[in-house]
C-alpha cells in the first residue's frame, strides 16, 4: 500500500494541480463575478485568483515532466537514470507520448494566455479559453488511463474524462474557496457579508451540479470497472475504491449541511427574505431557532468556511484514492484472471 503510495506521488500532484486549475476557473468564471466590477474587493479576489492559478500551470509542468520519466522507465524497465536517451522515442513513437506532446502544447498555450489575462483581470474571454485548455489537460490524463484501454474517443474514456472534469469543478472550486475567496473575503467582511453569502450560494450550486456529474459518471465507472459488490472487498482495486466510496460519502453529508444550513443562515443573516422554496432548508430553519436568534454573521460565515476546509482534506483523499487507483488493475480484470488461472489450475483451489 505504501509503496503504491510512493509511487503514486508524481501522479497524485498532477492530478491535484488539474483539480485546482479547472476548480480556479470555474470560480473565476461562475462564483466571483457577482462581486460588482468596480469593487477593490472584486479586484483582490481576481488577482489571488490568478496568482492560485500561476502555482497550479507550474505545478502541471513539473508533473507533465516527472509523468513523462515515470511512464517511461515503466515501459522500457529501465531505472530513472537510464530513461532519458530514449524519452524523444517514446514520445515520438508511443500512444503515451503523442498524448503527452497534446498536453505540452496545450500547456504552452496557458503560459502564454496567463499574462494577458492578468493584465485584463476583468475579462472573461481569457479565463474561459485557459478552461478549455485545462479540459484538454485533463483530456489527456483520461487518454492515457484505464479508460482509454476502449480505444481513442471511446465511451469509457470520455465518460472518465466527464469524471474528473465534476470531480475538478468540485474539489477545485472548494480549493479556491479556501485558499484565496474567503481569507480574502473576511477582511472586507463587515461591509461585504451580503457579498459572502452570495459566494458562498453560488459555490454551493457548482458543487451541487458537480456532485451530480460525479455520481452519474462513477456509476457507470463502477458498473466498467468492477460490476460486482463482492469485488470492493475481494480485490486491491476494490478496497481502494470502497475508502473511496466512503470519503465522497462524507463530502456529501458535509455539503449537504452547507447547502442545508449554513447558506440559508448566511442569506438569511445578510438581510435577504425567505426564498420560499426548498422544504429541506425550510426544515433546517425550522428546528435550530435558538442558533438562528443568537448567530451572527461571522461565526455562521467561518463555521461554512471551516467545513469547506474540512471537504477539502477529505478532497485530498478522495485525490489519493484515485491515483492509486490508476496504478491497480481494474476489479473486473482481475476477477477475470483468477478465474482463468483457476481454470488452468484447478487444483490451487485446496491450498
Given at each position: 500500500m505504501w509503496a503504491g503510495l510512493v509511487h503514486s506521488v508524481p501522479n497524485l500532484v498532477d492530478l491535484i494541480a488539474i483539480t485546482t486549475s479547472i476548480g480556479t476557473?470555474?470560480?473565476?468564471?461562475?462564483?466571483?463575478?457577482?462581486?460588482p466590477t468596480e469593487s477593490p474587493l472584486n479586484q483582490k479576489l481576481l488577482i489571488r485568483l490568478w496568482w492560485l492559478l500561476l502555482v497550479c500551470l507550474v505545478v502541471l509542468t513539473l508533473s507533465s515532466v516527472m509523468g513523462l520519466i515515470q511512464r517511461t522507465a515503466e515501459m522500457s524497465g529501465r531505472p530513472y537514470?537510464?530513461?532519458?536517451?530514449?524519452?524523444?522515442?517514446?514520445?515520438?513513437?508511443?500512444?503515451?507520448?503523442?498524448?503527452?506532446?497534446?498536453?505540452?502544447?496545450?500547456?504552452?498555450?496557458?503560459?502564454?494566455?496567463?499574462?494577458?489575462?492578468?493584465r485584463n483581470l476583468q475579462s472573461r474571454a481569457v479565463p474561459a479559453f485557459m478552461l478549455a485548455g485545462?479540459?484538454?489537460?485533463?483530456?489527456?490524463?483520461?487518454?492515457?488511463?484505464?479508460?482509454?484501454?476502449?480505444?481513442?474517443?471511446?465511451?469509457?474514456e470520455l465518460m472518465d474524462w466527464f469524471h474528473l472534469l465534476a470531480a475538478s469543478a468540485w474539489g477545485g472550486g472548494m480549493v479556491a474557496f479556501t485558499a484565496v475567496i474567503f481569507p480574502?473575503?473576511?477582511?472586507?467582511?463587515?461591509?461585504?457579508?451580503r457579498l459572502i453569502a452570495d459566494l458562498a450560494g453560488r459555490l454551493s450550486f457548482l458543487a451541487g451540479i458537480s456532485l451530480a456529474g460525479?455520481?452519474?459518471?462513477?456509476?457507470?465507472?463502477?458498473?466498467?470497472?468492477?460490476?460486482?459488490?463482492?469485488?470492493?472487498?475481494?480485490?486491491?482495486?476494490?478496497?481502494?475504491?470502497?475508502?473511496?466510496?466512503?470519503?465522497?460519502?462524507?463530502?456529501?453529508?458535509?455539503?449537504?449541511?452547507?447547502?442545508?444550513?449554513?447558506?440559508?443562515?448566511?442569506?438569511?443573516?445578510?438581510?435577504?427574505p425567505p426564498s420560499g422554496n426548498g422544504g429541506m432548508q425550510r426544515l433546517a430553519l425550522q428546528y435550530l431557532p435558538r442558533f438562528l436568534k443568537n448567530a451572527q454573521g461571522t461565526g455562521v460565515a467561518l463555521h461554512f468556511a471551516h467545513t469547506v476546509m474540512v471537504e477539502v482534506i477529505v478532497m485530498a483523499g478522495v485525490l489519493v484514492c484515485a491515483a492509486l487507483l490508476t496504478h491497480e488493475t481494474p476489479a473486473k480484470h482481475q476477477f477475470h484472471r483468477d478465474h482463468t488461472t483457476l481454470q488452468a489450475h484447478p487444483g490451487h483451489e485446496s491450498y
Amino acid at each position: 500500500m505504501w509503496a503504491g503510495l510512493v509511487h503514486s506521488v508524481p501522479n497524485l500532484v498532477d492530478l491535484i494541480a488539474i483539480t485546482t486549475s479547472i476548480g480556479t476557473l470555474a470560480c473565476r468564471l461562475w462564483v466571483v463575478p457577482c462581486a460588482p466590477t468596480e469593487s477593490p474587493l472584486n479586484q483582490k479576489l481576481l488577482i489571488r485568483l490568478w496568482w492560485l492559478l500561476l502555482v497550479c500551470l507550474v505545478v502541471l509542468t513539473l508533473s507533465s515532466v516527472m509523468g513523462l520519466i515515470q511512464r517511461t522507465a515503466e515501459m522500457s524497465g529501465r531505472p530513472y537514470g537510464e530513461v532519458y536517451s530514449i524519452l524523444f522515442a517514446v514520445m515520438l513513437n508511443s500512444h503515451y507520448g503523442q498524448t503527452w506532446l497534446i498536453r505540452v502544447g496545450t500547456l504552452v498555450l496557458l503560459w502564454i494566455a496567463w499574462l494577458p489575462g492578468k493584465r485584463n483581470l476583468q475579462s472573461r474571454a481569457v479565463p474561459a479559453f485557459m478552461l478549455a485548455g485545462a479540459l484538454v489537460i485533463a483530456f489527456t490524463r483520461s487518454a492515457s488511463g484505464h479508460g482509454a484501454d476502449a480505444g481513442d474517443l471511446s465511451l469509457p474514456e470520455l465518460m472518465d474524462w466527464f469524471h474528473l472534469l465534476a470531480a475538478s469543478a468540485w474539489g477545485g472550486g472548494m480549493v479556491a474557496f479556501t485558499a484565496v475567496i474567503f481569507p480574502t473575503c473576511r477582511r472586507y467582511e463587515a461591509q461585504n457579508f451580503r457579498l459572502i453569502a452570495d459566494l458562498a450560494g453560488r459555490l454551493s450550486f457548482l458543487a451541487g451540479i458537480s456532485l451530480a456529474g460525479v455520481l452519474l459518471t462513477g456509476a457507470y465507472n463502477y458498473w466498467l470497472e468492477v460490476a460486482s459488490v463482492s469485488a470492493l472487498w475481494a480485490t486491491p482495486y476494490g478496497n481502494i475504491l470502497a475508502i473511496k466510496l466512503l470519503l465522497v460519502l462524507v463530502l456529501i453529508i458535509l455539503g449537504a449541511s452547507n447547502r442545508y444550513v449554513s447558506i440559508p443562515l448566511l442569506k438569511r443573516l445578510a438581510g435577504y427574505p425567505p426564498s420560499g422554496n426548498g422544504g429541506m432548508q425550510r426544515l433546517a430553519l425550522q428546528y435550530l431557532p435558538r442558533f438562528l436568534k443568537n448567530a451572527q454573521g461571522t461565526g455562521v460565515a467561518l463555521h461554512f468556511a471551516h467545513t469547506v476546509m474540512v471537504e477539502v482534506i477529505v478532497m485530498a483523499g478522495v485525490l489519493v484514492c484515485a491515483a492509486l487507483l490508476t496504478h491497480e488493475t481494474p476489479a473486473k480484470h482481475q476477477f477475470h484472471r483468477d478465474h482463468t488461472t483457476l481454470q488452468a489450475h484447478p487444483g490451487h483451489e485446496s491450498y
